[in-house]
């Protein structure tokens, strides 16, 4: 009997822990510092409001690591898991990299949104967006200087809540992968999973605010325990 026995639906949280080795620094909660930007600043509705050109440099320049950064085994081996595992999986990504996909990941759901993306204030369209967007260039669609990052700020709504809530309660495993449990909606998936009869993991660099409420914590580098994890789940 092997611990996989009765899995079938897994949802995988993925956080900064994942990206922060391949060189992408995000948010820390512990000082509320991203890049040496105090949150409120860079990252609320607020701050663009009040200084859109800052917000928009911070994130040209996100979007610029993004494009130079490349994933590691971590995301290597989740890009495997979603090509061999024939039962539903789901991969919620706090991150707003790429590196789930472009390491091969198809099932993939960006929770805050992605650097790649430029959202557009006048049409609600969305583009994949490479370039910068400080030089205020149209809307491809509707040619309004009115884009703005395609991420979920703090104080907005988190993208798609009723889907990955809905995978919560179809899944059979809950994994957490390399975050830090401090940032609600996401800190409460592990409880939410566990209430509808998941078994709960976390694979975390150090215990988290959340270690408590799951199954089993293993401690260690996402880019090693990862990989191992994958090999025992496809056995
Ligand atoms: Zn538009």
Redesign the pocket.
Known sequence: MGRMDGIRNIVILTGAGISAESGLRTFRAEDGLWEDHRVEDVATPQAFRRDPELVQRFYDLRRENVLAALPNPAHDALARLDREWRGDLLIVTQNIDDLHERAGASRVLHMHGEALSAW?T??D?RHRWTGTLLDRPP?P??G?A?LRPDIVWFGEMPYQMDRIFAALARADLFVSIGTSGAVYPAAGFVQQAASHGARTLELNLERSLGSSAFDETRLGPASELVPQWVDEVLG
Request: aromatic share 0%; glycine share 0%.
């Open positions: 557009c006048a049409c369209a809307c669609a509707c309004a009115q």
